[in-house]
């Protein structure tokens, strides 16, 4: 990352962060000075992650949860505002995706990823934007995907959230942005973490074909995310909200020709 923020006294939640694209999120917000709540389900790396902080003078924060439990959101918002105080905030990035195909769906998976990524940061967003309307104002940024914009084989319920979430993105900034509350959504296409690598360069030609889709020729960094995140979190991004930035390479640009 090129660009140098300055998140100098503020103080951050990101979903999903022990690992991946979370966890690029919350080091880039660490290292630019912010306080940041990191949450997952690990409590071995939660624990290594925050010896890790400390060692490089970070200020982290750490909370377990599954966030299918609606006990367990709200367990995890009070944990956060309680020993970080106001939150400026919230990066909704934990999603997970059950592939079934349409005509064999069951409703175990469907309601375990409708909760994850769908559910979970509706409600997290109504828990911590109370604190950011009395302190005057806030950012939201939900991760979303290529897949809340174009369908992919069997992804019924993956697609069906992250729509969802472009959705509620937009009611949520009409609602909140009397409050100076802003709230976004990113669309990563395929991003290479540590699993993404693991799963795409276990089939080149599967990767070269989908790769081919993409006028750019590639899959996207994590790091890359994560800049596109800070951008809209900062007050570069002072008056946009309700919007749905794609990361994807040009992949829909020419969708429809």
Request: with cysteine; hydrophobic share 40%; glycine share 12%.
């Amino acid at each position: 990352m090129n660009i140098k923020w300055d998140f100098t006294g503020r103080n951050y939640v990101v979903t999903g962060s022990t690992r991946g694209i979370g966890f690029e999120i919350a080091m880039q917000l660490m290292a630019a000075g912010a306080a940041v709540g990191i949450t997952g389900r690990d409590s071995g790396r939660l624990a290594e992650i925050e010896e890790d902080c400390r060692d490089k003078g970070y200020k982290c924060f750490t909370a377990g949860a599954d966030l299918t439990r609606a006990s367990d959101l709200t367990t995890l918002a009070d944990s956060f505002i309680n020993r970080m105080g106001c939150i400026d905030g919230l990066v909704n990035n934990a999603g997970i995706n059950i592939l079934e195909p349409a005509d064999g769906l069951s409703l175990e998976a469907v309601e375990k990823v409708i909760k994850t990524n769908l559910t979970a940061p509706m409600i997290l967003t109504s828990l911590f934007t109370a604190g950011m309307k009395k302190q005057g104002g806030g950012s939201v940024v939900n991760v979303a995907s290529l897949s809340s914009k174009t369908a992919f084989m069997n992804h019924s319920a993956y697609c069906a959230s992250k729509e969802g979430l472009l959705g509620y993105t937009k009611v949520a900034a009409m609602e909140l942005g009397s409050h100076n509350i802003r709230v976004n959504s990113v669309g990563p296409t395929v991003v290479l973490t540590e699993l993404g690598k693991r799963d795409w360069n276990a089939d080149p030609e599967k990767r070269k074909h989908m790769e081919g889709f993409i006028p750019l020729n590639r899959f996207v960094e994590p790091e890359e995310v994560a800049s596109a995140v800070l951008f809209l979190l900062s007050d570069e991004a002072a008056m946009i909200s309700g919007e749905f930035m794609l990361i994807d390479g040009g992949y829909m640009a020419g969708k429809g020709i």
